[in-house]
């Protein structure tokens, strides 16, 4: 199979900042996506990393490490409305963008 | 900002019913895919639409669906002959192009099959 592990949920206090953590199997990947899902809504895309490195996109970022299998979303500066579940994708052996999911992490964020 | 839209936004269906749910991409995109989440749980890829055909497919996208592009601007999934377990959020989301990755996703419709 294909898994790829995240944490079930999170807290954090506002302002603060919190990284999410995903794991995956390295055969055949393309690249890694993350989304964020607020409850009863579509996930809005928030990243999408094919090389190593950290990649950095206003308060949030995402890092990628081809040959560990490992990605994290930092969010920084959390606001309340950051709280929602962060989802995990990876492609793999595709040019169609298939992407396998992970449970995802739901993010609560505290006053 | 253009965006993904879907109808109907819910769903109930009695098992064994045929449902179609229909979806308008992004006009200038040329991925399509079906998505499914089950309440409660993860978004599991369905299948994948790409130059009028069928690119990938899902274990879970077996002979009771079907996708089609009728026109220019639709995009359907039909669910010939509905199961409790296909009750779920059908999420349509499309991509401009090979090389640009980001996925558009529509708002869902919820199915309920009773």
């Known amino acids: 199979g294909q898994n790829i592990d995240q944490p079930t949920e999170m807290t954090a206090t506002e302002g603060a900042i919190v990284q999410i953590n995903c794991t995956y199997q390295t055969s055949g990947f393309n690249g890694l996506f993350w989304y964020q899902q607020h409850a009863g809504e579509a996930p809005t895309f928030l990243s999408y990393n094919v090389l190593d490195g950290l990649e950095e996109k206003g308060r949030f970022s995402s890092f990628l490490s081809r040959s560990k299998g490992y990605s994290y979303l930092l969010l920084k500066e959390l606001q309340m409305k950051d709280s929602a579940s962060y989802l995990c994708a990876v492609s793999y052996n595709t040019n169609a963008g298939k992407s396998t999911f992970g449970d995802g992490t739901t993010l609560t964020v505290k006053p | 900002e253009p965006e993904v839209t879907q109808t109907p936004s819910h769903q109930v269906t009695q098992m064994g019913q045929e449902v179609i749910l229909r979806c308008v991409p992004i006009?200038?995109?040329?991925?399509f895919y079906w998505y499914r989440q089950i309440l409660g749980q993860k978004v599991e890829f369905l299948v994948s639409?790409?130059?009028?055909?069928?690119?990938?497919k899902s274990e879970i996208f077996d002979d009771q669906f079907s996708v089609e592009r009728p026109d220019g601007s639709n995009f359907t999934l039909k669910i010939r002959s509905t199961k409790l377990e296909d009750s779920a959020m059908y999420f349509c989301?499309?991509?401009?192009?090979?090389?640009?990755?980001?996925?558009?996703f529509g708002p869902g419709t919820r199915l309920l099959v009773l």
């Open positions: 989301a499309s991509r401009e192009a090979t090389g640009q990755e980001t996925q558009y």
């Open positions: 639409f790409y130059n009028n055909e069928i690119s990938e």
């Open positions: 006009s200038n995109h040329l991925y």
